[in-house]
């Protein structure tokens, strides 16, 4: 059976991502979605992408990856398409140079060309959304007073509140990283936050949705739980308890 495997927010902590990957038990027909935010405020950017960079040629099974508002931010400051380069440096983009041995101080048009070529060409790859049947997954979220073809860039990748406090109309349920929870959230049938705030000493979290399992590893932890999580989806309705 292929079975969807969806990753929240990393924040540069390489560690726990590799504790959570091998963890995982991956097939190659399965599916593994990474809704990100692989840079800023930890230490190991770098190292993050690295390791999903080796992931991806280890062909495992079938990877995706998703754009965060960090890689927005950090693209733009590059002098790409984004938004709000100017805030990269404040929001975490000083670790994220660090880690690629730069130094904040270099002139602008310095920065793209001093990263690897195949961490730049990552992270001009990444993905906005991804539709597989009735889930969406995207970084942020949506706005609820729109269809999906009008939904902008600036919205998926950034939205906050007007997404997580009112339901859509869209069919489907939004998997969503960027803000942070103590816990995943779950508001069926409308959206699963992901993004349990591993950089903030939380968690990180995996849902698979075919089986609603959720894997998570604690911030300094290389120990991985996993969690039946089927009971939410049981209890809105969406799933039948066999008899």
Known sequence: MERLFIVGDIHACPHELEALL????????????????????GPGAREVIDLLLALKA???????????????MFLDFLGYAGHYGDAFLYNGGNATLHSYGLSPALPSEAYAASLPPEHLRFLLDLETLVVCSDLLCVHAGVNP????????????LWIRQEFIFHPHSLPYTVVFGHTPQRTVLYDLPYKVGIDTGLVYGGKLTCLEWTEKMVYQVAKGSRKVTITDASSRWYAAGLLHRPL
């Open 58 to 72: 280890d062909e495992v099974c079938r990877v995706r990856f998703l754009k965060g508002n960090h890689e927005d």
């Open 145 to 156: 007073r729109k269809p999906l073809e009008e939904q902008t860039a600036e919205e998926l």
């Open 22 to 41: 091998h963890a995982l038990p991956l097939q190659p027909h399965d599916q593994l979605i990474f809704l990100g935010d692989y840079i800023d405020r």
